[in-house]
């Protein structure tokens, strides 16, 4: 397997709204771009059609995007189950990587499940999870690069570093 820079790291919260304000506090992060009842379509979990509620915060810390997860719902998910297992915390690293659908089956020739797998509509690309929570004690998202995504994460970035402080949260739409 080729090497891969891990993106992302991301958590899920129990109160969106209340991680973002201890992150700034505690860690002095922001701004967190807030996307409210965020939609993931055609998703699969587990080789079901499923649907969630979530909604989802993401900072930058240097170049590395730091994401939160509320799930506002209780449909079975990949975030219900870690939060069973282990509770509220750590989820997911997140990668990229240009043919998802290999890299699926690169991990799956590893043992390591697809766990949940979805498209999102207004970048023109897809996401899934690959379960490896006994290997390496979280899940790993699969970002497939696309324009549209470059384009959305760059967009972040630069609002993140001329960011003033004045506003801790920045609601935004897909």
């Not at 069973?84 to 750590?90: L, R």
Request: with cysteine.
């Amino acid at each position: 397997m080729n090497r891969r820079d891990i993106v992302q790291v991301a958590y899920i919260v129990e109160d969106i709204h209340k991680a973002m304000r201890e992150w700034r506090e505690k860690l002095g992060v922001g701004p967190f771009f807030l996307f409210e009842n965020f939609s993931l379509e055609d998703m699969i979990y587990r080789g079901k059609a499923s649907e969630l509620n979530i909604d989802l915060a993401m900072c930058f810390s240097g170049g590395m995007v730091f994401e939160f997860i509320e799930q506002k719902d209780k449909t079975r998910s990949v975030y219900t189950e870690v939060i069973e297992q282990s509770g509220y915390g750590f989820h997911h690293w997140a990668i990229r990587v240009h043919d998802l659908d290999r890299a699926i089956k690169e991990y799956g020739a590893l043992g390591c499940d697809l766990a949940m797998c979805g498209r999102v509509a207004a970048l023109d690309a897809r996401a899934a999870y690959i379960d490896m929570i006994d290997e390496t004690g979280g899940m790993l998202e699969l970002i497939e690069v696309a324009p549209k995504v470059d384009e959305f994460f760059g967009n972040l970035k630069i609002m993140s570093d001329e960011w003033d402080g004045s506003r801790l949260v920045i609601p935004m739409a897909l």
